[in-house]
């Protein structure tokens, strides 16, 4: 029996976990970060990697330190014969860890690496207008996602695709790719392919004001990163003081024919992005740097998630305001 020791702990990290176990490679061991307080109650709470570990009777440890002697000897107890990590949290394994397992460690990143490296590549996929992504199965190295490339799959970005949805895709094509390749690893079927040195786009981690709309921008980026922030930060402006999530819309050209004739003057004055007015089919719309966003869906602050026509009805005022 093949001796794999797991390190992951989102949802994209447990349909990995999940196509391992199904796939008869099922972990010895899974390693996830300590469970933490989450949300206004701070209710301590474990990752899904971890939840899903114990649903299939898999050992589970939480080490604050991956250089804690005690998980050092469990691992040399172990003497796993691959790593396999998927959205652990911390950004790269030890140097002790990299060499010691006998097939090495593997790392499935969900971009068409050398492309997006680093922590948010689904997101910066969307925000940027690319047309495909993918998943990549790398050896790892010293350096952050730039180890020697094992296994690569295309997937096409659809038009409508936020990063939940497109994280979901490409966990499921991943793990597809993950479960073919270990097999080809341990018979010697696999060519590496160095990555290089080519210049590319690092993926930081988001911050909450990554999420704040700029309505200088065109509509089409800021549907994009509506649709890119929907897990995390999320988009939002300001309205009467108070924070407006925005979470779904969809671009209208600059067309008069678009707009209410009372809105036209404001419309068209320079200094007016983020003007709010009502098109000509009564839709909430948003004039952008260039273009204009129709409001679907959207959220203020301390209410529930509502459509643009359900906000309307009790915040008529925000007609022919601006939105900052």
């Known amino acids: 029996m093949m001796k794999i020791v797991f390190f992951g702990s989102s949802e994209f990290s447990a349909t990995i976990l999940d196509r391992l176990v199904k796939g008869n490679l099922k972990p010895v061991l ?65 140097n002790w860890l990299l060499g010691f397992p006998k097939y090495g460690c593997l790392n499935l990143h969900p ?13 910066y996929a969307i925000l940027n ?12 190295s010293e350096k952050i996602d730039q180890g020697d ?14 990063t939940l949805t497109l994280t979901q895709k490409l966990a499921d094509l991943g793990s597809q790719l993950l479960v073919k ?10 060519s590496a392919q160095a990555q290089g040195n080519s210049s590319t786009l690092y993926c930081r981690q988001l911050k909450k004001e990554d999420g704040r709309i700029d309505w200088h921008k065109s509509a089409d980026f800021i549907e994009r990163q509506i649709r890119a922030f929907d897990s995390w930060p999320g988009s939002f402006t300001k309205f009467s003081g108070k924070v407006l999530k925005i979470l779904k ?4 050209t600059d067309k008069m024919s678009d707009i209410s004739p009372r809105a036209i003057k404001k419309y068209t004055e320079p200094s007016k992005s983020g003007f709010v007015f ?7 719309t948003v004039r952008a740097g260039k273009d204009a966003l129709v409001i679907e869906q959207l959220q203020l ?18 007609i022919n305001d601006k939105l900052t």
């Not at 971009?111 to 997101?123: F, N, Q, W």
């Not at 819309?249 to 209208?252: P, W, Y």
């Not at 602050?301 to 925000?318: C, T, V, Y």
């Open 149 to 162: 490339i094992l296994a690569q799959e295309k997937i096409a970005i659809a038009t409508n695709e936020t």
């Open 181 to 190: 390749t270990i097999p080809l690893l341990v018979k010697g079927m696999v």
């Open 30 to 94: 899974a390693v996830a970060p300590p469970d933490k307080p989450v949300g206004r109650e701070q209710t301590i709470s474990s990752t899904p990697a971890k939840v899903l570990a114990e649903k299939y009777g898999i050992p589970v440890l939480q080490p604050e330190d991956l250089e804690n002697p005690v998980f050092k000897q469990v691992l040399n107890n172990i003497q796993p014969d691959l790593v396999v990590v998927a959205a652990f949290g911390p950004p790269f394994l030890p």
């Open 111 to 123: 971009s068409l690496l050398p492309k997006y490296r680093g922590a948010s590549p689904i997101p």
């Open 129 to 140: 207008g690319e047309s495909e992504t993918g998943a990549t199965i790398i050896r790892l």
């Open 278 to 284: 009502l098109s000509q089919g009564k839709d909430l």
């Open 301 to 318: 602050e301390g209410k529930k998630p509502m459509s643009a026509q359900d906000f309307l009805r009790g915040h008529k005022e925000i």
């Open 249 to 252: 819309a969809h671009v209208i």
